[in-house]
Structure formats: structure tokens, C-alpha cells
């Protein structure tokens, strides 16, 4: 293998063949920036430290689809920038889980009352499980990775309609599948979208 690459696309097709000293540059040439820029937003240093694992991770397992064209600064910010909305989702939708609680103990809106938000989160899990494989990942790369309706039809192929179609019929499934499993409708969207 190579290692005395002098432009980052030949840093970036050495990554896409899968030479590891580019990952390691590419690691060591933006994990601290990725970190900082995590850690300004989270306040967290075990937080910001999972979003550059979470990056890396992804390019990694992205490498074969690398663009040499475009820049792979902004698609390392823009995969950091998504854990850490995901990441700020989590933990609101723990607080707001922990309010709801407060607000609504009197009512029997959760068929368990000792439940807590690891349940319910894992509830949730389950019925996105349960979509199918083609709304499941319109899904998934809405909510989880924070992909625009345009964003997720061109990366399908497909056009925004029908991810919007399938966006409806995602949440309108989830919503149903969670009340049958004795959580509140209201509650899903208060944690969740």
C-alpha cells in the first residue's frame, strides 16, 4: 500500500480500496475537530467522543461509495452533525419521557406504570422493526439520520411523494402498533417526531 498520497482524493480512493493508513489520515487529520465541534454542541465528552466513533464507523463502512469529487470534510461534519441532533433527540425525548410522567401520573397512560423510557424506547425499536424493509429505511433515514424528504429520494431513486407517502403510512403504522402495545398515541409524538 501506498502511503505518501499527496491530494485528498488520492486519499480518498486509497480509502475506497480499503487502505487503512487513509482511514488513519483521515482520522488523525479531522477526529479532534470532529471531537471539539461534538463536544461545543453536547457538552459531553463521552458523547462527542461515541459521534467520532460514529463517523468513523460509517465512513468505514461507507468507503466503496466515497465521491473523490466531493468534500469529505463536509460529509464527516455532516455525518457529526446528525449523531449529534440524534443524540440531543435522545436525551429531550428522556426529559420530555420524565415530564409527560410528572404531568400525566394520575392517568393510565402506559400499561405499566413502573415503565421507564428504556422500555418504551425499546417499544419503539420494535414496531419500527416490524415496517417494512422499504419504509423502514425511508424512516430511519428521516428520523435517525436526519435526511431530508429530497435527500432520502434521490438517494432511493425514488420520488419525494412517494417518500412522503410512505413517511405517513411509517408513522400512522408505528402509532398503531405502539397503542397495541398499551402506550398513548400522544405519547409517541411528544418522544419521538
Known amino acids: ?33 470532529l471531537y471539539h465541534f461534538s463536544i461545543g454542541y453536547l457538552k459531553s465528552a463521552e458523547n462527542a467522543e461515541e459521534i467520532v466513533q460514529e463517523v468513523f464507523l460509517r465512513i468505514w463502512e461507507t468507503r466503496f461509495e466515497l465521491s473523490a469529487q466531493k468534500s469529505i470534510e463536509a460529509y464527516l461534519f455532516t455525518i457529526a452533525r446528525n449523531g449529534i441532533l440524534n443524540t440531543i433527540r435522545k436525551s429531550k ?19 405499566d406504570e413502573e415503565l421507564n423510557f428504556n422500555e418504551l424506547e425499546e417499544a419503539y425499536n420494535q414496531v419500527i422493526e416490524q415496517l417494512s424493509p422499504r419504509r423502514k429505511e425511508i424512516f ?6 436526519s435526511f431530508s424528504n429530497v435527500e432520502i429520494a434521490k438517494k432511493m431513486n425514488i420520488s419525494v411523494k412517494t417518500v412522503e407517502n410512505q413517511m405517513t403510512s411509517a408513522i400512522s403504522e408505528i402509532r398503531k402498533n405502539l397503542r397495541s402495545l398499551g402506550f398513548s398515541g400522544i405519547i409517541f409524538f411528544e418522544l419521538f417526531l
Open 93 to 111: 425525548s428522556e426529559q420530555a419521557y420524565l415530564n409527560y410522567t410528572k404531568i400525566n401520573s394520575g392517568k393510565s397512560v402506559l400499561l
Open 1 to 33: 500500500m501506498k502511503t505518501n498520497y499527496i491530494s485528498e482524493t488520492e486519499w480518498i480512493l486509497a480509502l475506497k480500496e480499503g487502505d487503512l493508513v487513509a482511514f488513519n489520515h483521515l482520522f488523525d487529520r479531522y477526529g479532534k475537530r
Open 140 to 145: 430511519l433515514l428521516s428520523k435517525a439520520q
